[in-house]
């Protein structure tokens, strides 16, 4: 049962937070690259691309506490401004005419 007065309640949002991530562009790194890469070098391409994934998901995770101590709040807008260009791609793969029927 969720009590608020507990402080119980944060595997619960971590769970909503995730349940949301799940459905919108969490599996987006996974389902790209094999669609994108011609058969011949699809094996080397999505395995590239997962290996970058992994090493910048790493750095971020690393870097992201140094930032916060050292420039606070303004750390924010910057994630901010790298989802705006993620959803900016996003929408701008639509007229790549080998992504269009992704969309």
Do not use: D
């Amino acid at each position: 049962m969720l009590r608020l007065g507990t402080g119980a309640y944060g595997p619960y949002l971590c769970l909503i937070g995730l349940t949301f991530l799940i459905r919108s562009w969490g599996p987006i790194p996974w389902l790209y690259p094999p669609e994108i890469m011609p058969l011949a070098v699809r094996a080397k391409g999505v395995s590239l691309s997962t290996a970058t994934n992994w090493a910048f998901n790493w750095l971020v995770g690393e870097v992201t506490p140094y930032l916060q101590e050292r420039i606070g709040w303004r750390l924010y807008p910057m994630h901010g401004f790298f989802c705006v260009c993620s959803f900016v791609l996003g929408r701008c793969s639509v007229f790549v005419p080998r992504m269009s029927s992704l969309c």
